[in-house]
Nanobody, 114 residues
């Protein structure tokens, strides 16, 4: 069974940076588009960034210019570099395929203080 393990979250002040990692098991990884999603309390889970198998990317308008998604197919890992963080970025962050086809991992909490 494929597993997704997210890490790298934490508490940071507004304007700070964090780098999230998502390690995935299984042979599927290099063949699939991957995405980072986030869910704030009381809100739905939304896609914030995605990277295709060939490396092309797309971003939600709210994070464009601040977040960068990347992948290392050799390591079955996808990353999310988050800069210029804002309190509105506070959420639990998850990775999955894009669209999401796998069982969700536990996510990693990102809290941005003002």
């Amino acid at each position: 069974q494929v597993q997704l393990v997210e890490s790298g979250g934490g508490l940071v002040q507004a304007g700070g940076s964090l780098r999230l990692s998502c390690a995935a098991s299984g042979r599927f990884f290099s063949l699939n588009a991957m995405g980072w999603y986030r869910q704030a309390p009381g809100k739905q889970r939304d896609l914030v960034a995605a990277v295709r198998s060939g490396g092309s990317t797309n971003y939600a308008d709210s994070v464009k210019g601040r977040f960068t998604i990347s992948r290392d197919n050799a390591k079955n890992t996808v990353y999310l570099q988050m800069n210029s963080l804002k309190p509105d970025d506070t959420a639990v962050y998850y990775c999955n395929t894009n669209p999401p086809l796998l069982v969700w991992g536990q996510g990693t909490q990102v809290t941005v203080s003002s």
